[in-house]
């Protein structure tokens, strides 16, 4: 009596839906949402301008770059934090009100300018030690917590248009731009650009200045830009503008705008050649900036 043979299933055999799932699963794995477009092998995913009050629910857990800009997102915290591989996360001109916890450890750019975010804590960025770029420009800040050990590699901070009144403290060692434009700001505290070797571009224009404390950019060895144009320099106050105006003709950085000059470039000491800077307004437009809408939403007051 012959044995029983094995039976094995053939694809002729598998009923047609389940050769269809087993053919087509990963591909359906890598279906861009219908709502957001897709590229780089569907890595690179642009959801801006849909919007959107939700985010999208049928995500790949291995995205690189995510665009969620222009859209109506007001809550995002813990949403984020299972996309492991990303990089890039623009959240830029939406609704909110707290930069999203639970973002991903991964993240060397986070864009989120012209939201309603008014104060950054020390928990919103702790565990951000790959972060290179910071943008929270156009938003209601006033304050930001900042831990400089753990924020190790950012290059790049963006605070432009918000509502500081003082320099923040504490900022993170390896940063080669500060942009602190079009603030409220009034004074440097003694120490706020302490540890700040790399600092090479710094955008201090259209804020409240009068005048700045003796000393207050000497540590900055790398400096190469500084910007303190549409400033209300005290002029007449001898005592306290003459430091500023004296180190201006002695620092090597082009500084654009100097007080109490008519002329808009000084600064340059000693040096040889001068350097081209690609900028008419100062400072480039926020990370987040998207061409294709020109109209930028300004947050609420």
Not at 40 to 67: E, K, T, Y
Not at 160 to 170: A, C, L, R
Not at 220 to 232: A, E, K, R, S
Request: hydrophobic residues 40%.
């Amino acid at each position: 009596m012959e044995g029983i043979r094995p039976t094995h299933a053939t694809p002729a055999s598998m009923p047609t839906n389940l050769l269809l799932l087993l053919l087509f699963g990963v591909r359906v794995m890598a279906i861009c949402p219908p709502m957001c477009t897709c590229s780089r092998g569907h890595r690179a995913v642009d959801c801006s301008a849909r919007g959107l009050a939700i985010l999208p629910d049928s995500l790949q857990h291995n995205i690189h770059f995510l665009n969620l800009s222009h859209n109506r997102l007001q809550d995002l915290d813990g949403l984020l934090n299972h996309f492991d591989h990303l990089r890039t996360l623009d959240i830029s001109y939406n609704h909110l009100h707290h930069l999203p916890v639970g973002l991903p450890r991964a993240l060397w750019d986070i864009r989120a300018s012209g939201n309603y975010i008014r104060q950054l804590e020390k928990n919103d960025t702790v565990y951000h030690w790959n972060l290179q770029n910071l943008d929270l420009s156009h938003n209601l800040l006033e304050r930001v917590v900042l831990i400089n050990n753990t924020l190790s590699n950012l290059q790049s901070l963006n605070l432009s248009h918000n509502k500081f009144w003082t320099v923040p403290t504490n900022m993170p060692h390896n940063l080669e731009m500060v942009d602190l434009s079009h603030n409220y700001l009034l004074q440097i505290l003694p120490g706020s650009l302490e540890r700040l070797p790399k600092l090479s571009r710094f955008y201090l224009h259209a804020n409240r200045f009068t005048s700045l404390s003796e000393g207050v950019f000497d540590q900055l060895d790398g400096l190469q830009l500084l910007t303190l144009g549409d400033n209300p320099w005290a002029c007449e106050d001898e005592e306290n503008i003459n430091h500023l105006l004296t180190w201006m003709q002695q620092t090597p950085a082009k500084i654009l705008g100097c007080p109490c000059y008519t002329r808009p470039t000084c600064g340059e000491a000693h040096l040889a050649t001068r350097r081209t800077w690609h900028s008419a307004a100062f400072t480039e437009p926020p990370l987040g900036a998207d061409a294709r809408h020109p109209g930028h939403r300004a947050p609420m007051q």
